[in-house]
């Protein structure tokens, strides 16, 4: 949105309207894509691969994941992804002095750590687009980030397959497999969900104490 343009208003309803169509579709498509490299990860356990092998295979599959996004973002015209939303908040906030330069590059960074975790190379691309200016380093930055994304799903669902192999039948048919990649996506998302909710929460009692010290103080 533009400052002045007001949210209820043609064009506000427009923008928001194609900002949530947009969304619900790359994130559809890429809790799809995060459910077909569990598959092929866990299939790829089950069958003895080995772990270089599984590797080249995520490594792969995510490179092309990032592709697909990137240019289906940057082609249409939509940015689905949000990184070039979030790439102006940050550019906004680097003109504010110490603080916002701080904040913009704290910004960055955890969306860059998501990224890797989750969403995939294409978001960091679009957050460093001004950065990766040349092509050389736009296919070396998605090389490079597609292979510690790889090395990430490679660890997680097998980690996940060693854990729960346990409850495999001995005759292992291939629904076996996509129920146990589902499995280990649903313990990794409600971790994560956890895991932000235990730092939200203790934000929220540090503020609480420094604002309980601080009456008592004055």
């Known amino acids: 949105m533009k400052e002045h343009e007001a949210v209820l208003s043609t064009e506000g309803a427009k923008k928001i309207s194609k900002l949530a169509v947009g969304r619900f579709f790359y994130a559809g498509l890429d809790w799809l894509i995060s459910g ?53 908040s940050a550019d906004v906030m680097f003109k504010n002095g110490i603080v916002g330069r701080s904040l913009g590059g704290l910004l960055l960074l955890v969306l860059s750590i998501k990224a890797i975790v989750w969403e995939g190379p294409e978001v960091i691309c679009f957050l460093l687009r001004k950065e990766l200016n040349t092509r050389v380093k736009f296919h070396t930055a998605m090389l490079i980030l597609s292979f510690g994304q790889g090395i990430f799903g490679t660890w997680l669902y097998t980690t996940g397959y060693e854990m729960l192999k346990t409850f495999l039948p001995a005759e292992i048919e291939f629904y076996h497999v996509v129920l146990l990649a589902i499995a280990i996506f649903v313990i990794f998302t409600l971790i994560m969900v956890i895991a932000v909710k235990l730092v939200q929460w203790t934000v929220v009692v540090v503020k609480q104490l420094r604002a309980w010290f601080f009456q008592r103080s004055h």
């Open 36 to 88: 077909g490299l569990g598959v092929m990860v866990v299939w790829m356990n089950v069958r003895g691969f080995s772990v270089t092998g599984m590797f080249m295979a995520t490594w792969v599959y995510d490179l092309v994941a990032a592709y697909f996004f990137y240019f289906l973002s940057d082609l249409s015209g939509y940015d689905i992804t949000l990184a070039n939303s979030f790439r102006r």
